[in-house]
């Protein structure tokens, strides 16, 4: 009885391998390499170079634009023409290892590191504090500078951000992923995979269409040469809790000096509203809603969303 059993259980782990060898493969002859757009530059930082579409007049109010998850400049480039227009200096970041920016091969994507890539960028091509305008994952590193260097950031708006559970107890690094060898597959098959990559997308926001309207801008620079390997390197800074972090704490987020404003989508199913509502309240800041928006409302409704960021900017 046994031995039928082991042989008709022996195919599975061939199978895995052979399905993992295949999302590997795949993700290889994707990655042959993408050209940087001609609008962005790079800026050398003490952690490696960072990509960004710099527009708007020389010495208008800065403004610094931290995309989330898998995002860069690109998903921006509306609202940096916008801002760019009514005279701000717009300064929009490829957040590593994200976009055309340097992949750090010592994988340092944690809040304080990403929070002193921030900085150095704002030290090199901005003249005075900076308004800061982070989206999603991106609003922890930027927290983190708006605590760290109060001194750079002259306002801090917040889009849809992904702060996590706060007060942690202790740290936490979640390695299992590498450990096992299951990081690279697993974005191999998701992240970068540009066939999950756009229903993926549409679980996040509220109109679909507009996820199918930048579907090519957000893959653009997933063509670039390793990056599968390096989103997988920065897999577990998704998860990982580093007591070292301040803006995991209250107590730390109450005393932030630069003014917060939040924007959040009412139809938000990654970071409900609920979670723009507590950190209103933490924060003392004014939560703008966007109804019938998801998590990326600057790409579901442009209007709506220049709208309430002019009101935040006011």
Do not use: C
């Not at 031995?3 to 590997?24: D, S």
């Not at 208008?60 to 480039?77: E, F, H, K």
């Amino acid at each position: 009885m046994a031995r039928p059993l082991a042989r008709r259980l022996l195919p599975v782990p061939l199978l895995l391998l052979t399905a993992i060898t295949a999302v590997w493969l795949a993700a290889i002859l994707r990655e042959r390499g993408a050209v940087m757009p001609p609008e962005e530059r790079r800026i050398a930082t003490p952690l490696g170079t960072v990509a960004a579409d710099i527009r708007g007049p020389a010495h208008g109010t800065p403004v610094l634009i931290v995309p989330g998850t898998a995002g860069w400049s690109g998903l921006w480039r509306e609202v940096s023409a916008h801002l760019a227009g009514r005279g701000y200096r717009v300064i929009a970041i490829d957040l590593p290892p994200f976009g055309f920016s340097e992949h750090d091969r010592e994988a340092r994507y944690g809040r304080v590191s990403q929070a002193k890539r921030l900085a150095a960028v704002l030290d090199a091509a901005a003249h005075g504090p900076a308004i800061v305008i982070a989206h999603s994952f991106g609003a922890g590193a930027a927290a983190e500078l708006a605590l760290r260097r109060p001194d750079l950031v002259g306002r801090f708006v917040m889009v849809d951000g992904a702060l996590g559970a706060l007060d942690p107890v202790g740290s936490s690094r979640i390695r299992a992923l590498d450990t096992m060898g299951l990081a690279q597959p697993l974005v191999a098959a998701t992240l970068t995979n540009p066939h999950a990559l756009a229903p993926l997308v549409r679980t996040m926001v509220a109109r679909e269409d507009a996820a199918d309207r930048w579907r090519e801008t957000l893959r653009l620079p997933m063509r670039r040469r390793e990056t599968t390997a390096a989103y997988a390197a920065w897999l577990p800074h998704l998860f990982a809790v580093d007591a070292a972090e301040r803006s995991r704490y209250s107590a730390d987020l109450r005393t932030m000096r630069p003014p917060v404003r939040l924007i959040w989508g009412e139809a938000d199913s990654v970071t409900p509203i609920d979670q723009g509502e507590r950190l209103s309240a933490l924060f003392g800041a004014p939560l703008i809603r966007l109804p019938g928006l998801g998590h990326i409302p600057h790409i579901e409704d442009r209007d709506a969303f220049l709208t309430a960021l002019t009101e935040a900017l006011s």
